[in-house]
């Protein structure tokens, strides 16, 4: 079935496809209406799924994990003050290896408060153990949300995942969807998996005090079993493609890389805007391609050394920040390459929603070309230099603000 | 019901690693006889993380969930959730009875909002706060459980406020079943657990707990401080059902006038917390200032009881 819906609607389609059985949720914009969506459902639709309208995030994530551990598929949603509210149990929830699914809709977290698109939510959470996949479309929130059960519940991953994408620009955007059928949805998404259940037949004890003999042990499980996730998320890229339908790239997705001698390097809506910015320096003769990094967390360090290792200029771009190293994903990109290949441009932009437009973009990107760029540039920046934030301007502004 | 009628089958195995005396393990042992195996347990950070035993041995014969501190109101609102998908997709023949269990600590304190949010929910589960009046687990700090003049390790002097009365900020949520216990009461407190298995929501048992090395007095008197609370008026055991409040066992005694009420410091003075009010010399007013809440407390608690016996003789008249 074609429909046209928000980003955040979408995601209320998935998890009623992917039969969850218990949605644990409490609202904050952008994300409000994946809540209301999937209460509707319930209330107005019969789909069979216990609603439990939580008093926070912090417990919202809580309530998930008990309920995953008493052995039934869980969902929940949220954004960032959410989400950093449940930093704790974001940890909980990975230590205890426990399947389940999460959106986060990227926003920028205050002061002052902001509600628009920003990624320093979930990039900030990126070491707590969660898998993270972030969407450009809204076709791949739908298909992603219904592949993440389908990682999260492989017997060699078992862990949970994050499935994000950007504030307003795709929460509440509409775009044309094709809802898979059911049963084509049921063939792929087999009924929940998990480890371990609570089962007063087999009373077992889970997260009890646990020794420094074994605790390391617990923490070089969930490594590994990240490392096994990239294989799981490429198959189930695959296999959803073939039983569904719809394939949006599995660690990451390229544009124009094949001739490619300089690359971008973006996540979420912004590397659609890298996409129309690399045509238009192609345009201009520059062979200049794209990747945009679907699965952050485990981060696609083969893919990224074989795709950028060989390029002439790569430039990242970051709505998130890495204080004294640039943007996160610029230094994540770098310390990967370890000096193979050119020294990426790190470009950090739209925080808080700011606009990125392509042409910025292009620019910016033609600048590192010719070896005109910064190390590090904030180029929507309001300063009368915008473009040219240099390190010592920087610090000739903590001069003046000093004096 | 006698003690020896109590079931035999232990659900909290023996050579776990409580403390000589512990009240928890005593309060954990009988809650389980009372719910038996059916049941699925969570636990958030307090003593209980820890007498469970460490990992990979365990002392529950129940599963059990251990969560993250102030979560016990919501991972009992999950644990329940599943339990409704599970029983409705005939997972379960006879519905498993969810158990929360918390400290002061995890319950007045860092917990209050999620046990709050899950109580209006009326999430269906019993939650069992057992009150040792500090934060035994770190090393006994105050909390908000911590009654007046106790000596904590962040209370040198002794508290200088009054505790919450946790069990009626319940009450005021509507929820139906509260009660008290106490485990000089055993048959009182086992049989509270059976009539809150039979309720769906949210049930709230306080026990409270008193705790030797926290309360300083000798692992062999936990059971007599915890009758000594009773008998001074310094802990009431009642329930709640449905807007009305029945006290019960030696709380009922005393309102009925069929026991005498102790003085506090009968109470006080077996518990090195409140040491610092008998030595070196006598505090006249705070042990005063102690027994003046007690006593007003029981004045209202006797004149209500007094009220409604003279209305139900008033009814019982034969007509004219």
Redesign the interface.
């Known amino acids: 079935m074609r429909l046209v819906e928000t980003g955040n609607h979408v995601v209320a389609h998935a998890v009623r496809l992917a039969r969850v059985?218990?949605v644990?949720a409490y609202p904050i914009t952008p994300q409000t209406q994946v809540v209301e969506k999937i209460s509707r459902f319930i209330e107005e639709e019969g789909f069979?799924?216990?609603y439990?309208?939580?008093?926070?995030e912090?417990?919202?994530m809580?309530?998930?994990?008990?309920?995953?551990?008493?052995?039934?598929r869980?969902f929940s949603a949220t954004s960032a003050h959410g989400l950093v509210y449940m930093y704790?149990?974001l940890h909980?929830a990975a230590g205890s290896r426990l399947p389940m699914v999460m959106a986060n809709v990227n926003r920028a977290l205050g002061p002052g408060w902001n509600i628009w698109c920003d990624q320093q939510d979930t990039m900030s959470a990126r070491d707590t153990g969660w898998i993270q996949i972030y969407c450009s479309t809204h076709q791949e929130i739908l298909d992603t949300v219904i592949q993440a059960y389908r990682v999260s519940e492989d017997p060699s991953v078992f862990l949970p995942v994050m499935v994000c994408y950007d504030a307003f620009t795709m929460s509440h955007t509409y775009m044309q969807v094709d809802l898979p059928d059911q049963e084509a949805v049921d063939r792929f998404l087999p009924p929940f998996r998990s480890p371990w259940r609570?089962?007063?037949r087999?009373?077992?004890?889970?997260?009890?005090?646990?020794?420094p003999q074994?605790y390391e042990e617990t923490r070089f499980s969930i490594y590994r079993a990240h490392e096994a996730a990239k294989e799981v998320i490429r198959r189930a890229a695959e296999e959803y493609r073939d039983l569904v339908g719809g394939y949006h790239g599995d660690l990451v997705e390229t544009y124009f890389m094949e001739e490619a001698e300089h690359a971008v390097v973006a996540v979420g809506s912004l590397a659609l805007e890298a996409r129309v910015a690399a045509e238009e320096l192609r345009r201009a003769g520059h062979p200049c391609g794209v990747v945009r990094i679907r699965t952050y967390r485990p981060f696609p360090s083969e893919e990224l050394r074989r795709l950028l290792g060989k390029m002439r200029t790569v430039v990242v771009l970051d709505r998130a920040v890495s204080f004294g190293l640039g943007g996160i994903l610029a230094s994540e990109v770098r310390a990967t390459l370890g000096g193979e290949g050119p020294r990426p441009v790190s470009v950090i932009a739209g925080l808080g929603g700011r606009d990125v437009p392509y042409t910025l973009i292009a620019e910016r990107t033609e600048a590192a070309i010719k070896g005109q760029a910064m190390e590090e540039e904030w180029p929507t920046l309001a300063l009368s230099d915008r473009h040219r934030v240099s390190k010592e301007a920087l610090r000739a502004l903590g001069e003046v603000s000093e004096a | 019901m006698r003690i020896k009628d109590l079931p035999d089958e232990e659900l909290l195995l023996p050579g776990n690693a409580a403390c000589q005396g512990c009240p928890s393990s005593i309060a954990l042992r009988l809650a389980l006889k009372a719910l038996g195996?059916?049941?699925?347990m969570?636990v958030v950070a307090s003593c209980t993380?820890?007498l469970?035993?460490?990992?990979?041995a365990?002392a529950?014969?129940?599963?059990?969930?251990?969560?993250?501190f102030?979560?016990a109101?919501?991972?009992?609102?999950?644990?329940a959730?599943?339990?409704?998908?599970?029983v409705?997709k005939g997972?379960y023949a006879e519905r498993?009875t969810v158990l929360v269990w918390a400290g002061d600590g995890g319950t007045y304190d860092i917990g209050i909002?999620?046990l709050?949010?899950?109580a209006?929910?009326n999430?269906d589960f019993i939650y069992v706060c057992y009150n040792n009046e500090a934060y035994s687990n770190t090393g006994t700090q105050r909390s908000g459980a911590t009654p007046y003049a106790a000596w904590t390790t962040n209370t040198v002097s002794g508290k200088r406020e009054w505790r919450k009365d946790m069990a009626q900020i319940m009450v005021a949520h509507g929820i139906p079943y509260v009660a008290t216990a106490s485990l000089a009461y055993p048959i009182d407190l086992y049989e509270k657990f059976l009539r809150a298995k039979e309720i769906r929501g949210t049930r709230y048992i306080e026990v409270l707990a008193p705790c030797p090395p926290g309360w300083k007095f000798p692992s062999g008197h936990t059971i007599k401080v915890a009758r000594l609370a009773v008998q001074t008026g310094m802990w009431l055991l009642y329930e709640h059902r449905e807007g009305t409040t029945s006290y019960t066992a030696g709380t009922q005694r005393l309102i009925q006038g069929k026991a005498r009420r102790l003085p506090v410091e009968e109470y006080l003075k077996v518990q090195g917390r409140f040491r610092h009010l008998f030595h070196p010399e006598r505090d006249e007013g705070r042990i005063a200032e102690i027994q003046r809440r007690v006593d007003r407390v029981f004045e209202t608690l006797e004149f209500t009881y007094r009220m409604r016996e003279h209305i139900m003789d008033i009814e019982m008249l034969p007509p004219r």
């Open positions: 059985e218990v644990s069979e799924c216990e439990i309208p939580v008093e926070s912090h417990s919202a809580a309530a998930m994990i008990a309920a995953a551990a008493a052995g039934v869980a704790e149990l909980w609570m089962d007063p087999f009373p077992l004890t889970h997260g009890s005090v646990i020794y074994d | 195996r059916n049941t699925l969570t993380s820890v469970q035993s460490p990992f990979p365990s529950l014969g129940v599963p059990l969930l251990n969560m993250a102030a979560t109101g919501a991972s009992g609102s999950g644990l959730a599943a339990v409704e998908r599970l409705r997972v498993p909002q999620a709050s949010g899950a209006e929910r999430a």
